[in-house]
């Protein structure tokens, strides 16, 4: 389903969605569910910015199996404007996570991330599975702390801001068409997303 430029904004806050269970409307890419389990779920979370639910993940320690996805099922959007509240909440390889746009499938797509390990944001095109950074920025962030990621891409110009602070900015055309949206981790990282928000900028 496209999403059409004077539609109303698109939000996903989980809490209608049973705590243990996927949320509904979302695919797992990956890591995908073992034994009807994944690691993938929506979870109580009394700190979330809208209690009572968050979608969590929780991967196993020391976890390095490369990107964790899920992925809204039937909303794609060209020019887009996507938000979204994260907490890192642990993981020894990895930490924090972002925001998913333009994903075509499980190896082609842009991310935007924070990493508390690191203490940085970046954004990333990903090509055949290969990740490669298109700008970078180095930030203060905390694990444990809720913080605010928005992506905005019109064309080929793509920005970034956390907490409302613009921080990257970037052109790639490698991705031209209407993508999936979602929202990414990587390796171990243990992290909790809020208030998801997609908006059209499509000018259609």
């Known amino acids: 389903m496209a999403m059409a430029h004077d539609e109303k904004p698109i ?3 989980f809490d209608k969605d049973a705590v243990g269970k996927s949320a509904e ?12 389990k994944s690691a993938w779920t929506v979870a ?24 964790n996805l ?3 099922e039937k909303v794609a959007v060209k020019d887009v404007d996507l938000r979204v509240k994260l907490k890192a909440k642990g993981g020894k390889v990895d930490q924090g996570g972002g925001l998913v746009w333009r994903y075509k499938d499980e190896k082609n797509y842009y991310v935007c991330r924070i990493n508390p390990l690191e203490g940085n944001y970046r ?12 700008q970078t920025a180095d930030v203060n962030i905390e694990s444990g702390k809720w913080y605010n990621l928005r992506a905005e891409m019109s064309g080929n110009q793509i920005t970034c801001y956390l907490d409302t602070k613009k921080l990257l900015e970037a052109s790639d055309d490698t991705f031209k068409d209407a993508g999936l949206v979602g929202v990414w981790t990587k390796a171990d990282a243990a992290t909790s997303f809020d208030d998801m928000v997609a ?3 499509d000018s259609h």
């Open 25 to 36: 409307g979302w695919k797992i890419v990956s890591p995908s569910p073992v034994e009807g």
């Open 11 to 13: 939000q996903w806050n």
């Open 199 to 201: 908006s059209s900028k």
């Open 123 to 134: 954004v990333y095109k990903v090509v055949d599975g290969k990740r490669t950074q298109l």
């Open 44 to 67: 109580a979370d009394p700190s979330a910015p809208t209690p009572p639910n968050v979608l969590s993940l929780a991967m196993p320690e020391g976890a390095d199996g490369g990107y």
């Open 70 to 72: 899920a992925i809204v």
